[in-house]
């Protein structure tokens, strides 16, 4: 099983520029959801789904977009990166939501750097 | 607001001693709470989930967490320690609304 899959692993960007980071999972699962992890920080919810069709603001939203046409795709966009966005973005997934207890499978991650 | 803090940034432990890692969570109602390990570049592996019942539940790679209501705690513990558990953990929680919060993490080091 490929569970979730991100794409790129890593990533430069100047400021300014866009950038859709992608996430699938094979998992038939209706929750997905974006984190970032900054250093002392732990990890932060950026937005989550609960299925196709909708999303909801996590909380640190602010300067990104998702959409969740399908179950299986959740990607997160960059309209016009930033230095701050600077971070590792992990996406993840998991059967019910966490709010029914689901535990989540998480991606390996794609490093960006805002230049 | 919602809260999930582990006050233990950086832990030391020796090889074949034994660890506890601290989590202290703020919920209105008990919520779901889960241990993660996360071994360097890599994504997050669930070690253990409370969700009601038994307080004291195990997990994987011989760890365990007891759930203790009148502290708000969720502490994370293994009798013997080794080398390859080195790495960081994260405590976290999820009410009813379907968000996950995380710790700050703590990053565990053995020495041999």
């Known amino acids: 099983n490929a569970g979730v899959t991100q794409t790129p692993k890593f990533q430069v960007l100047k400021t300014g520029q866009s950038m859709t980071l992608q996430c699938a999972q094979d998992m038939n699962h209706e929750y997905m959801s974006w984190y970032r992890q900054d250093p002392g920080m732990g990890l932060r919810l950026i937005h989550y789904?609960?299925?196709?069709?909708?999303?909801d603001q996590g909380e640190v939203p602010n300067g990104y977009n998702v959409s969740r046409s399908t179950t299986e795709d959740f990607p997160l966009r960059l309209l016009s990166a930033a230095p701050s966005q600077t971070s590792v973005y992990f996406c993840?997934?998991?059967?019910?939501?966490?709010?029914?207890?689901?535990?989540?499978?998480f991606g390996n991650g794609t490093r960006l750097t805002v230049t | 607001a919602q809260s999930v803090t582990q006050p233990d940034i950086h832990i030391t432990v020796s090889e074949g001693a034994s660890l506890e890692l601290r989590c202290n969570y703020s919920y209105g109602a008990t919520p779901y709470l889960f241990w993660y390990v996360q071994s360097p570049g890599q994504g997050l592996q669930l070690l253990l989930k409370y969700f009601s019942g038994d307080t004291l539940v195990q997990g994987i790679k011989g760890f365990e967490a007891e759930f203790k209501r009148s502290q708000s705690s969720f502490n994370l513990r293994k009798p013997s320690v080794h080398w390859s558990d080195a790495a960081e953990y994260f405590c976290s929680g999820s009410s009813n609304t379907g968000k996950l919060i995380f710790g700050q993490g703590t990053t565990l080091q053995v020495k041999p």
């Open positions: 789904s609960v299925g196709a069709g909708i999303t």
């Open positions: 993840a997934s998991s059967s019910k939501g966490t709010g029914g207890g689901s535990p989540l499978h």
